[in-house]
Nanobody
Framework: QVQLVESGGGLVQAGGSLRLSCAAS????????MGWFRQAPGKEREFVAG????????FYSDSVKGRFTVSRDNARNTVYLQMNSLKPEETAVYYC??????????????????WGQGTQVTVSS
């Protein structure tokens, strides 16, 4: 079993930055695939970014490319999401997710085995 705990959310003005963290713990080996998703009220959960453990390959949704950066610290079993130039429409609960399989479709919400509880990000205009 893997537990995921997100942190770093909060209130930021449009154009500002936040860094989210997701710490993984548990008795199993470190997850091989980690993803970040977000869900705004009344909307479906959408993919934001992902990273593969074995080669640190990263994946991004088109809407965040060039503004968000996903990274990981394997020694700390922690994944980060640096978010720059935030927009009000990106207000949402941000979730991290993990999979044992490193070769999943990272954008597919159904491919992950574990989820964190989420952290609120609010971007004011």
């Amino acid at each position: 079993q893997v537990q995921l705990v997100e942190s770093g959310g909060g209130l930021v003005q449009a154009g500002g930055s936040l860094r989210l963290s997701c710490a993984a713990s548990g008795r199993t080996l470190s997850p091989n695939a980690m993803g970040w998703f977000r869900q705004a009220p009344g909307k479906e959960r959408e993919f934001v970014a992902g990273i593969r453990r074995i080669d640190s390959r990263t994946f991004y949704s088109d809407s965040v490319k060039g503004r968000f950066t996903v990274s990981r610290d394997n020694a700390r079993n922690t994944v980060y999401l640096q978010m720059n130039s935030l927009k009000p429409e990106e207000t949402a609960v941000y979730y991290c997710a993990a999979s044992r399989n490193p070769y999943i479709d990272y954008a597919n919400v159904h491919r992950y085995d574990y989820w964190g509880q989420g952290t609120q990000v609010t971007v004011s205009s």
